[in-house]
């Protein structure tokens, strides 16, 4: 089975050809035994080698060569408090920048919403990158979610391993596309509080169990 930090570093390097990053934006992360692995501050995803992949422990202290991504307190904070979380993905990607930047919370224009686990995208308050009142945030916007963004800033999402977190990061930022786009034509048509409701219950037993 491929060591665990390039599984990391596999899903880092994905993220710029499925149009989520660019250059040494964004972080991601796989939890570990008690800790995680994180991707390294300032560093292309293209020349990372196993080594250069630092290991996290839930106090704040880190062990390797490298320092890991300043983004590292939103990271432990969703793994310290939501056991059910086994990966970490933040991109700058241009659709999810685009509506943070404007603030908004993505209402249920299209039912795949509900992948994130309620009937909307919650957009984080705004604090400044790496700091705790930005983890703070992050953590509220995703009660009870999967996914968020952060105000002037990107997108985050959270699933049970690296591989759905990928998932996951696509089907956001391409969400954020579709609604982007529908609000040029008019406003968007929400579903109703009952139309999302069974769209969730009907996810809770979609795909292969």
Partial sequence: MPDLRQQLIATAQAMQPAGLNRGTAGNISVRHGDGFYITPTGMP????????IPLMALDGS??????????????????A????????LHAHSPFAVSLACLR?????FHYMIARFGGDT?????????????LSTAAIAAMAGRKGCLLA?????????????ALALAIELEELCEQYWRACQLGQPVSLNAQEMAEVIAKFAGYGQQ
């Fill in 45 to 52: 995803y293209s020349t990372l080698a196993a080594d250069d």
């Fill in 62 to 79: 880190h062990t390797g060569r490298r320092k890991p991504s300043s983004e590292w307190r939103f990271h432990l904070d969703l793994y």
């Fill in 81 to 88: 408090t939501r056991p059910e979380v086994g990966a970490v």
């Fill in 104 to 108: 908004y919370d993505i209402p249920p």
């Fill in 121 to 133: 995208i919650r957009c984080a308050d705004y604090a400044i990158f790496g700091s705790e009142m």
């Fill in 152 to 164: 002037n800033h990107g997108l985050l999402v959270a699933a049970k391993d690296l591989t759905e």
